[in-house]
């Protein structure tokens, strides 16, 4: 029997998120997990994003290795972040934002309605060769009964942080409605269709550097921050302030699935076709056999008459006919 291994769409489904906060609202929740909203007139639909674009919400901080106060992690940057307490400047460099920038493209890209079901066996067996059980466990819950992925740093040496990822949409501030988001001459825009708010944000220059990290919605990376060098510092918020990452195209992990997935589809047609030229060969073979038997049935037949009509001819020979 013929298998086809489904690959993965770019575009999601329709999916439903908390008209407060912009993260997704799996269905059967009555409040939002991540600002605690209640979902009877907070929940939004929105569209499929109509580019390749996906967004996660972000909302963690990390432990300064100085005093031990927690520190907000409220943008990307390489240039690490101010501790509000004791103002030494904390390492926060691409080590530690490598798993964050992996997961929360992952969780953009593959989480939410659209999530491949239960009986796609194939998709989640070979997401759990790529990122093993625990991962996978809490990965699947996404967008179902949960609404965040924990991201955690377990390296002794690196500062110990606690990130969550949630798929979802932005939304605006003011109408908490879904925002629009497109590209507009080398910014992202974003855009409230109600109240017509919108703002401009700087786009990464090397995405490819940076597991295809877009774009980020948060003050800090208002374009016009970035064209004025005399930008003065924001200053460091006290609590956890939410976020966005905007990604570009395929996450790393729905590439490498997707490579698994063709690699098995191959395999399949060329079993298949093995298979196939098997029977071929099988059904030649027997009709082989079968002319033989039908020929050494006629020279049967033939010497058995040619004998009875000998016999016959000598027995009325001898009875002298
Ligand atoms: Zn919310
Ligand atoms: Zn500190
Ligand atoms: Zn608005």
Redesign the pocket.
């Known amino acids: 029997m013929e298998r086809n291994f489904r690959m993965l769409r770019v575009m999601k489904d329709r999916m439903e998120i908390c008209g407060s906060c912009g993260t997704i609202a799996p269905p059967g929740k009555y409040q939002c997990a991540q600002c605690h909203a209640l979902f009877d007139s907070n929940r939004v639909e929105v569209s499929p994003p109509d580019n390749e674009l996906s967004y996660a919400r972000l909302i963690g901080n990390f432990v300064c290795r100085r005093c031990g106060e927690n520190i907000a992690i409220s943008h990307f940057t390489l240039e690490g972040f101010q501790c509000p307490v004791c103002n030494s400047q904390e390492r926060f460099d691409w080590a530690l934002w490598e798993d964050i920038v992996k997961y929360a493209h992952n969780v953009a890209d593959l989480c939410g309605f659209d999530q491949p079901d239960a009986t796609d066996t194939v998709f989640w067996q070979t997401f759990r060769e790529r990122e093993g059980e625990d991962v996978l466990r809490r990965f699947r819950a996404i967008g179902r009964n949960s609404a965040a992925y924990t991201i955690t740093n377990r390296r002794p040496h690196l500062a110990q942080y606690n990130v969550d990822v949630s798929p979802g949409n932005p939304v ?6 879904p ?1 629009a988001i497109r590209v507009d001459d080398g910014t992202l825009v974003t855009q ?6 919108f703002q401009e944000y700087e786009l990464m220059s090397n995405i490819e550097d940076y597991l295809f990290l877009f774009a980020c919605i948060s003050p800090w990376h208002l374009a016009e921050r970035s064209k004025d060098d005399s930008r003065p510092t924001l200053p460091v918020p006290d609590s956890p302030t939410p976020w966005w990452m905007v990604f570009q195209g395929p996450s790393v992990l729905r590439q490498k699935i997707d490579r698994t997935l063709r690699r098995l589809n191959e395999e399949t047609a060329r079993n298949n076709q093995r298979i196939e030229r098997r029977k071929v060969a099988a059904h030649a073979r027997h009709h082989r056999m079968k002319i033989r038997a039908r020929k050494r049935a006629a020279v049967i037949l033939l010497t058995v008459g040619v004998s009875t009509a000998a016999i016959t001819s000598v027995v009325l020979h001898f009875l002298n006919f």
């Open positions: 605006c501030e003011n109408c908490h409605l925002l409230c269709g109600e109240c017509g708010e």
